[in-house]
């Protein structure tokens, strides 16, 4: 009887085994036998799997020329010396002329525009006084002390000779956070406002301006 309980045990051990090393393949990669692979192998297609219903297999499409994300809008105004002039005419900053919204100006500004236009916004960074740089004019010269925000606006958005866009640095609000602070550096003892908008009193605003003021917040 003692034998014959070894016998079985034995044999159960040798099945047991058995089974194990069958789950063994030579394939490290592999998971080995696998009991009902529908429970973890979904039918949904993986990512960067490829995917065969498109001709290029890619699986994140772009999405449809035109579109437009939600709650973006883009800036209107065109890259052109009429594009220029419209900003100036027609963008009025959205934002309060607050120490609050100029401090966090101040802070882009260092981050962004002072080693071009120095501290003071003299043109003096650190790319002209150490890098060689063609100096940017001077924020209080005699052009640039009556420049309008839209035209700061739009040669923060697109670029100007000399100065690359930064648009993909800056967003819309933070552009014109920045241009609050550079107003402050335009007319450092307060005496002569500048101007804010060409031609027009800021309110003497239209409708129009309004609804250009609205595609600016958005870009
Ligand atoms: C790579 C150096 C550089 C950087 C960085 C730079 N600028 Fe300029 N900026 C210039 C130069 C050069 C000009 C003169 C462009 C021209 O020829 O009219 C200029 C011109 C300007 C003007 C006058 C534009 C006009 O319409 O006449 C403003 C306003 C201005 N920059 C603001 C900024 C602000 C704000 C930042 C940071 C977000 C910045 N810049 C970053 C080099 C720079």
């Known amino acids: 009887m003692r034998i014959e309980m070894n ?11 058995a089974l194990i090393t069958v789950q063994c393949t030579s394939d490290p990669a592999s998971p080995g036998v696998e009991y009902m692979p529908d429970m973890y192998r979904t039918p949904a297609l993986e990512p960067y799997s490829g995917n065969s219903n498109y001709a290029d297999s890619m699986e994140a499409r772009l999405p449809v020329e035109g579109s437009i994300a939600r709650g973006y809008l883009p800036y209107g ?48 960074g650190l790319t002209v006084t150490a890098g060689g740089h063609p100096p940017p004019p001077a924020y209080t010269s005699a052009a640039l002390a009556i420049l309008s925000e839209g035209k700061m606006f739009h040669t923060i958005t697109y670029g100007r000779n000399l100065m690359g866009s930064h648009a993909s640095q800056l967003n819309v609000e933070e552009r014109w956070k920045v241009i609050r602070y550079v107003q402050t550096l335009q007319n450092p003892n307060g005496d002569t406002p500048a101007e804010t908008i060409d031609g027009a009193e800021p309110s003497e605003e239209t409708t129009e301006t309004e609804m250009v003021d609205e595609t600016a917040m958005n870009n």
Not at 88 to 113: D, H, Q, R, W
Request: hydrophobic content about 35%; some cysteine; aromatic content about 8%.
């Open 7 to 17: 016998r079985i045990f034995t044999l159960a051990l040798m099945v047991f085994v």
């Open 77 to 124: 105004i065109p890259k052109t010396d009429e594009g220029y002039e419209m900003a100036g005419a027609l963008l009025k900053n959205p934002l309060a002329n607050s120490e609050e919204i100029i401090g966090e100006g101040k802070v882009i500004y260092t981050k962004y525009c002072l080693h071009c236009h120095g501290k003071e916004g003299n043109g003096d």
